[in-house]
């Protein structure tokens, strides 16, 4: 230990103050650009952003702010003194100007699903109890009895105002999760910040907002990260030799004596010609204590249950990803996933079987069809032959895949410079490829492929920001950083497109909002309500009393030959039947802007013109207009109306 | 700061949140106070973890942080589906629920942290240095010019 009056020691603190402190006059810096963004966005003109979402809309300062950060990292990173705390501010101001601007902005929640999840955790709020038999969502309802409670100590009606706020408080949940997985992946703490870093960079597909999905990706990779830090080989190193009769590795005469002198470390690149072997727990560091032990696994299974209870998907992958480990002999606790799997099958068997009976078919139709599980999510990253885009929407959707491409070409990379300095991460690469197994259970809504790059993603992101920092030697020149900022620059510039590309639809404006309120408070208990598409800001309250379906899933909007002479005499006959078989009160037709949107973005609805229809509903004698804002309308159809 | 005393002022902490959390929940102060949601989130994110996380990642702030949120969060969720499963439904109880499995985790750590400090000091702690587990398998030797600002301090 140096005493204060140690010259070199104190010199060394000074430093460590100087560029502490500059480090943190640049950060304060992009956080006054950032804010000085907030204040120049046309925020009147949000609402008609067009389909390349809200990055063009965003001041330079914006982007200012987004660069000193990226400047910043890559030198607090570089510093010979690693500060963590400056790191943690800067990955938490990547966070807030990533999630905080659309939230400071729009001052309403995004995404129209959103709505469901305020909904959901409404109704519990105001029954206490699950409505078990009502829909999938009450099957896996922890997400939205937490939002409940959260909503009941703060003192507010239901969970509305926490909403805005949520894709903030999940990326930190998830952030810090890769941070703990990253970190019991290395030793090296610049590898594991740069994952993180890396993966916030590039998580495009928009499943950190307040969801379900979001909580139970948070804690997967959570568990994942403790699983991996107690339990699973810290690393595997290649052993070179030619192998005896026993398999064991046998050094070749050619090496140096390693255990001579350790800075004689043979350089296995040079040597890989022979056979590579790998022996299970070579490297790895002192077991935990048993009681830490214990704890770990507690807390594992803790986690793991709040997943289980919260979303369908995310359980499966967590377990599966545990096994693997444990199959393959790179992780102990051999009873753990056994544990896990009781649990998962206890949740199946007691709280899901109202799903489960009418849906197990469909659930699994999708098994083993992989390419047809494909070909559904392909919609979502790559313009359909069947619908014509606008050149904006081809361009985010091109964005989207040149990022996932980048990304996962950085990984090869940095796994090779990983194996060039003789470091095998069998665990990381087992991880990265389990959720590719889930393309071979269903296609999931057509949005397999987007899971599965999310749950591959904190692997990705590991191996990616190995190519600057392959291990704790390396990354020491100047080059280092610059690399960092140009990867970093390059992730952003896709990300603003990849991210917000789906902003026109994203976006729930006030007006919308007034429009929904109007039908909460006009249609009775029961009422049918027609949505323009699947993707509608509904449920946010009543959650159980009105019924919904979609424009194209009626005749004649469900037929591409008879949806372009589809007429409104056409759809007030389809309600009338509609309303009769069900013995619906009442009917409803509603339009937002933000379905229209989506309808534009996906192509959904082709050769319907939905403003056109507007109009026609609002004049027909059939509909009667019962709200109209600049974010929509509300159209009310009635047996009287219809009758001759 | 000694590390003990800094050890009562984060249970100190934890207390403050809780008795505020509790506080806000009587009937005097049932009202739409601006700081109240930040309290109730803040609470639910991280009071029933903190002690808990500590003695899980005792020597990696970050992760500790990190662990803290996921224990918290899975705590509520459970308990909160719980209190709904059962038609039980009182926030209050789940309130109490949190806080006395978060005051647990506060003790419990309270008591190890005044115990000798163990051989190995946690999963997520960086690993000791360790002989070769055989002739092919070398640790890198350890750079001192990479390292946290503990180990600056120990230094």
Known sequence: VSPPSDPPARAEERADFWGRLVLWYLFANAIAAWLLALDTVDRAGLPAMGDLGLAPLLPTAFYVSLALLTIGFAVALHRTVLTTGVLAAYVAGLIVVWHATPALLYGAPRYPFT????????????????????????????????????????????????????????????????????????????????????FLGTSWVGQDYFAPQALGFGLHVLVLGLYVGGFAARRWRIAVGTGDAHGEPRRRATDADPTADPAAEPNVVSTLGGTVHRRAWASEPARPSAGRRVGLLATVLLAYTAVVASHQLSPFVTLASIAALVVLRLGRAAMLPVAMGAILATWFATMTTPYLAGHLGELLAGVGRVFDNLSASSRILASPDDVVLSAERVLVLNVRQWLTLVVAGLAIVGGIRRVRRGHVDWVAIVLLLVPAGMVALQSYGGEILLRIYLFALPLLAWFAAAVVYPDRTSGRRWTAPLVVVLLSGSMAAGMSFAYYGNESMNHVTAPEIAV?????????????????????????ARYTDLAYVHLGALPPFDDDDTRAVA????????????VDDEARPAAYVLFTRSELATARLFGELAGVDLAALDARLTASADFALVARSDGGSLHRWSPSAAAP | ????????????????????????????????????????????????????ARLLAPHDAWIRWATTLGIGLAASTLTAFALALLEAWAPLVGFALLAAFGGVGVIAWLVAARRPAPAYRGAHAAPPVEPAAGPMVVEPPRQPTVGDREAVARR
């Open chain 1, 115 to 198: 709505f469901k999840h305020i909904g959901l955790g409404a109704f519990v709020q105001d029954n206490g109890r699950l409505a078990l038999e009502y829909d999938a969502y009450f099957n896996w309802p922890g997400f939205f009895t937490l939002s409940a409670l959260i909503s009941d100590l703060a003192g507010i009606d239901g969970p509305f105002a926490l909403a805005a706020w949520g894709p903030v408080f999940m990326n930190v949940l998830i952030a810090g999760a890769v941070l703990v997985l990253a970190r019991a992946l290395t030793d090296d703490p610049r590898h594991a910040w740069l994952a993180v870093w890396f």
């Open chain 1, 516 to 540: 929904l309120e109007a039908l909460y408070a006009d249609a009775p208990d029961g009422a049918l309500v027609v949505t323009l598409t699947t993707n509608a800001p509904i449920r946010m």
């Open chain 1, 567 to 578: 007429d409104v005499a056409a759809l007030a006959a389809t309600l009338a039947a509609r």
């Open chain 2, 1 to 52: 700061v000694s590390p003990a005393v800094r050890r009562d002022l984060r249970a100190g902490a934890w207390l403050t949140l809780t008795l505020l959390t509790f506080a806000y929940q009587l009937e005097p102060f049932d009202v739409a106070a601006p700081a109240r949601p930040l309290v109730a989130v803040a609470f639910v994110a991280l009071a029933p973890g903190y002690g808990w």
